[in-house]
């Protein structure tokens, strides 16, 4: 890059002979939300989650649906400044157990992402990331071990995809998959948004989740989430929530314990379920939760066997509400 040059990501750029975040303590927005949203299923069920973003990312999809942020080459989209200890006290004036870095992909944000986190983790509150895992091993390893929790969105399982309509490659996806599952005790839970006559086949369906039980086991929580024409695929229609069942359908006839429809009103599809006696463990309605049988120590009540997962005794009670924030700065720290 030249002198001032900035990288496709938008938010690093040449600044001597280094490349550089030019984008350091600056967000799109902070948001309090469910964990759900995230989403999470089995990470702290119910509680709230301190959300915020800044703008760019490190693929080109086609379809985002956060294009406004990840996509924006205006600095004015990063109205809002805080400091990592600015966020982490935001946290816990506002209940929110864990802070997401989200909106856009915080691999490319990754030094502030990783300050912020080890201001929470000094103040008890606990760090979710948001990505797609498009990133090399060392600086994955870096970045993972500040991380408390993530979901990752495996786009779809084909090259052909991730080269065509995200301007990346579906490898390093893979791998950092595995990386968390076997060298991390990062909780991890996958999202795959089905887009329709793109990555929602059966043939593709079976593929992925036969890998996922394969590779990371059945443990692994799996989503899978609607689609609404966005920015670049506006000509494609949105997700029949027939097409979300099947795939969850298939994904549970290969031995995952914990498959889930999203972005759709599905009470079935998106419970949690044990996978022992099939009770009815957590019932959810889009974010909010409506009944809980897990014992005090993550326990399906009828007949004991553990629920995989990160819990805290009951769920929290924040629900569905969508709380945007305004931080003060830190000569005025008040929220």
């Not at 938008?10 to 975040?21: I, P, S, W």
């Not at 399906?300 to 709380?323: K, L």
Request: aromatic share 10%; net charge negative; hydrophobic share 35%.
């Amino acid at each position: 890059m030249r002198e001032g040059q900035r990288g496709l990501c938008f938010v690093r750029a040449r600044e001597g002979d280094q490349v550089v975040l030019t984008t350091y303590g600056r967000s799109s927005g902070f948001c309090i939300d469910p964990i759900e949203k995230k989403p999470l299923n089995h990470f702290l069920p119910g509680t709230a989650v301190l959300s915020f973003g800044t703008a760019g990312c490190n693929l080109a999809c086609k379809f985002c649906q956060n294009w406004d942020m990840s996509k924006s080459r205006e600095m004015d989209t990063l109205a809002d400044a805080a400091s990592p200890g600015t966020l982490a006290e935001a946290a816990v004036a506002w209940g929110a157990h864990s802070v997401a870095y989200t909106y856009n992909d915080p691999v490319i944000f990754l030094e502030y992402a990783m300050d912020v986190a080890d201001a929470c983790r000094e103040r008890g509150v606990r760090s979710v990331a948001v990505t797609a895992g498009y990133i090399c091993d060392a600086p994955r390893r870096e970045f993972f071990a500040h991380m408390d929790a993530a979901n990752v969105d495996l786009k779809a399982f084909t090259e052909g995809f991730y080269r065509n309509i995200c301007g990346g490659s579906l490898g390093p996806v893979l791998e950092t998959l595995e990386y968390l599952r076997h060298e991390t005790d990062v909780w991890f839970e996958i999202t795959t948004l089905l887009i329709p006559g793109e990555n929602d086949s059966p043939q593709e369906i079976e593929a992925l989740s036969r890998w996922v039980t394969d590779r990371l086991g059945p443990d692994v929580p799996l989503h899978f989430t609607a689609f609404h024409p966005d920015w670049k695929m506006r000509d494609k229609p949105c997700t029949p929530i027939a097409t979300l069942s099947r795939a969850r359908e298939i994904a549970m006839a290969n031995g995952v314990r914990y498959a889930f429809t999203g972005n759709v009103h599905d009470p079935t599809g998106g419970s949690t379920y044990c996978h022992h006696c099939g009770e009815r463990l957590i019932k959810r309605d889009w974010h909010a939760l409506s009944e809980w049988n897990l014992t005090e120590d993550d326990h399906c009540r009828q007949c004991g066997t553990r629920c995989a997962g990160v819990f805290a005794g009951p769920p929290g009670h924040w629900g569905r509400r969508r709380v945007p924030i305004h931080l003060a700065t830190d000569d005025n720290p008040t929220f």
